[in-house]
């Protein structure tokens, strides 16, 4: 039973490029949420996608943006990336009926210079 | 004031020691409680659920109050593996979680 798994790793950008981060959920799972963890800091989160549809957002702009897929695997979009997008980006999925139970994914450590 | 609040520390504890962590939090509402461990450049794991009753896993006891809005977590009997970052986490709706900084414990022999 495959867990949470995310994709790429690692990955460097350069401020003002656009990055695109990748999700698959635990097998059964349906729903996914994503969340930021700056150095030092709790996660925090950013969106939640339930059938394919955006369920509830946190406190990000616009240019934090995602998607679902049918088979319920996501992707985290960020455009004209900032120094302070540096970060370890979590996936965690859940069942819709009891999202207070997510599992994280080993995250993907971006790093912006 | 942030949502949910932790003493990042660290906490240096002997190998065999008590240690206690406390957790609060501002929104009156909040439904659900945990701890999640979280292991250096990894991901958080959940450690224990935490219950108005309180509630004990081996080790590890966890307690909530909520007239005072605090959660407690206890670890006896310290183990080096112990050594990790502790997230308190806290719900109020059932959509997302919201973490604390961590409070970081380092376990020396």
């Known amino acids: 039973d495959a867990g949470v798994t995310q994709s790429p790793t690692h990955l460097i950008k350069t401020r003002g490029q ?4 990748r999700c698959s959920p635990k097998s059964g799972h349906d729903t996914v949420s994503w969340y930021q963890q700056a150095l030092g800091q709790g996660p925090q989160f950013i969106f939640q996608y339930y059938e394919e549809e955006e369920r509830q957002r946190g406190n990000f702009p616009d240019r934090f943006s995602g998607h679902q897929f049918p088979n319920y695997s996501s992707e985290l979009n960020v455009n004209a990336l900032l120094l302070g997008d540096s970060a370890l980006y979590l996936c965690a999925s859940s069942f819709a009926t009891e999202t207070d139970t997510q599992y994280f994914g080993p995250g993907t450590r971006l790093t912006v210079l | 004031r942030k949502e949910v609040e932790q003493d990042p520390g660290p906490f240096n504890v002997p190998e065999g020691a008590t240690v206690a962590f406390n957790c609060t939090y501002s929104n009156s509402a909040s439904q659900s409680f945990f701890w999640y461990r979280q292991d250096c450049r990894k991901e958080p794991k959940l450690l224990m659920s935490v219950y108005s009753s309180g509630n004990e896993d081996g080790r590890f006891t966890a307690q909530l109050n909520r007239a005072s809005q605090y959660i407690s977590l206890l670890i006896r009997d310290s183990k080096l593996s ?14 997302k979680l919201i973490f604390g900084t961590g409070t970081r414990l380092q376990v020396f022999p």
């Open chain 1, 18 to 21: 656009q990055v695109t981060l």
């Open chain 2, 82 to 95: 112990d050594s990790a970052t502790y997230l308190c986490v806290v719900i109020y709706n059932t959509d």
